[in-house]
Every structure is written in C-alpha cells, then in structure tokens.
C-alpha cells in the first residue's frame, strides 16, 4: 500500500508560482510512475504532468498541453517526493490538484492510476 500526501497549494495572483509536492510512503517509489492531475469546479479532473523512469536516473515528463513550458515535473527518490513546479500561473490554473502514482511506471493520461492522494487547493486571482 502507497499513500501520498500532497503539500503546497494555497493562493496566488495570477502570473505568480507555486511548487506542489507530494511525499510517498514506500520503498518502491523509484520505479514508481508519478503523476499530477487536476480538478475545477464543474469540470472533469484532468491530467497535468507525469514522470516514468527511463534508466538510471533518468525519468521522462509528460506533460498536457496547457501546461507545457510553465509546468515541471520533478522527483527526489531519496524523498520519496514528487514535487510540481507551476510557473505563470493563470486563472484557468485554479483546481484541487491531486497526486497519483502507479507501479507500472507507465504515464497514462486517464483516471487509472492505483493510487491518489487526497488533493491540494490551488486557486489563481486574476
């Protein structure tokens, strides 16, 4: 069993940063998939970035297309952490952030991810 607790969220003006992380429980978390989805008032939750490891200590980033470029994924597996740094934030931006992971370590942009945590408040002011 995973369990993932998520820190970070809170409020910002539109055009600033925040950086969400998410710590994990576990001794597998290296080969772990990490993920981060979203969720607005109304609106389905949303995929936001992943990251799978490749080899190494190299892992891939994935991210969707409306977050590209002000979005980064990053993880520290002596952590066991998954971190999301959001840059230029925008009003739109404003969702309960959750954190997932998977030991498939396979990046999937659905709701099929073993496990959640339990989502993070991030509002943007315009």
């Known amino acids: 069993q995973v369990q993932l607790v998520e820190s970070g969220g809170g409020l910002v003006q539109a055009g600033g940063s925040l950086r969400l992380s998410c710590a994990a429980s576990g001794r597998t978390f290296r080969s772990y998939a990490m993920g981060w989805f979203r969720q607005a008032p109304g609106k389905e939750r949303e995929f936001v970035a992943g990251t799978r490891w490749r080899s190494g200590n190299i892992y891939y980033g994935d991210y969707a297309d409306s977050v590209k470029g002000r979005f980064t994924i990053s993880r520290d597996n002596a952590k066991n952490t998954v971190y999301l740094q959001m840059n230029n934030l925008k009003p739109e931006d404003t969702a309960v952030y959750y954190c997932?992971?998977?030991?498939?370590?396979?990046?999937?942009?659905?709701?099929?991810?073993?496990?959640w945590g339990q989502g993070n408040q991030v509002t943007v002011s315009s």
């Open positions: 997932a992971a998977d030991p498939s370590n396979g990046v999937t942009t659905t709701l099929s991810w073993t496990y």
